[in-house]
Nanobody, 122 residues
Framework: VQLQASGGGLVQAGGSLKLTCAASGRTLDDFTIGWFRQAPGKEREGLSSIYFNDGRTLLVGSAKGRFIISTDNAKNTAYLQMNSLKPEDTAVYYC????????????????WGQGTLVTVSS
């Protein structure tokens, strides 16, 4: 599975961005796509994941209440809609694929995209 994350950029605090994770190499049936981020000087953290098979989602920590994860199964693509962005959301955002149900644990993910930079200005 190859993953391509895109949609990052510069946005003002309070704004929104929609990240895209496009998969190729195989269909994502029975796979979960997870979104993670790594801010400067910090460890990577899990945000949200969605299981393509049945749409089950998991949101943790910073993602709750502001981020929405979704998929377009026909396009083999997952999205992360990020609203009410804050300067502390500035990070490189990664998508990853796991051959299991929703999880925020990095160790469960076998395939990773290259990351897309999100910068939120105050």
């Amino acid at each position: 599975v190859q993953l391509q994350a895109s949609g990052g950029g510069l946005v003002q605090a309070g704004g929104s961005l929609k990240l895209t994770c496009a998969a190729s190499g195989r269909t994502l049936d029975d796979f979960t796509i997870g979104w993670f981020r790594q801010a400067p000087g910090k460890e990577r953290e899990g945000l949200s994941s969605i299981y393509f098979n049945d749409g089950r989602t998991l949101l943790v920590g910073s993602a709750k209440g502001r981020f929405i994860i979704s998929t377009d199964n026909a396009k083999n693509t997952a999205y992360l809609q990020m609203n009410s962005l804050k300067p502390e959301d500035t990070a490189v955002y990664y998508c990853a694929a796991a051959a299991q149900g929703p999880s925020y644990r990095e160790a469960n993910y076998d395939y990773w995209g290259q990351g897309t930079l999100v910068t939120v200005s105050s």
